[in-house]
Nanobody, 126 residues
Framework: QLQLVESGGGLVQPGGSLRLSCAASGFTLDYYDIGWFRQAPGKEREGVSCIGRSGGGTKYADSVKGRFTISRDNAKNTVYLRMNSLKPEDTAVYYC???????????????????WGQGTQVTVSS
């Protein structure tokens, strides 16, 4: 059974850093584009970043460019999201997701993804 599990969230002060992990089981992550999304209370789920299968390209939302870095470790079947210079507006539940047939064409739209993790809470507050 294909499963994604996020971890690494928590409470951090503005300007701080976190690294989120997305671990896969039941499938080989290398064959899939992987996206990170977030959803704040009362807001729609929005795309944050995605990485192409076999390391083929990355994409970032304008709001996180220069602060967030997505990467993958295929040996560990894991994708990471390094978040630096965190702001209170980054507070949300963060999800990773994969498309059913492997490719999302690096689009940061939730409709392009079929498999979702349970999410990890990130809170940026002093």
């Amino acid at each position: 059974q294909l499963q994604l599990v996020e971890s690494g969230g928590g409470l951090v002060q503005p300007g701080g850093s976190l690294r989120l992990s997305c671990a896969a089981s039941g499938f080989t992550l290398d064959y899939y584009d992987i996206g990170w999304f977030r959803q704040a209370p009362g807001k729609e789920r929005e795309g944050v970043s995605c990485i192409g299968r076999s390391g083929g390209g990355t994409k970032y939302a304008d709001s996180v460019k220069g602060r967030f870095t997505i990467s993958r470790d295929n040996a560990k079947n894991t994708v990471y999201l390094r978040m630096n210079s965190l702001k209170p507006e980054d507070t949300a539940v963060y999800y990773c997701a994969a498309p059913r047939h492997g490719s999302s064409w690096l689009m940061l739209h939730p409709a392009m993804y079929d498999y979702w993790g349970q999410g990890t809470q990130v809170t940026v507050s002093s």
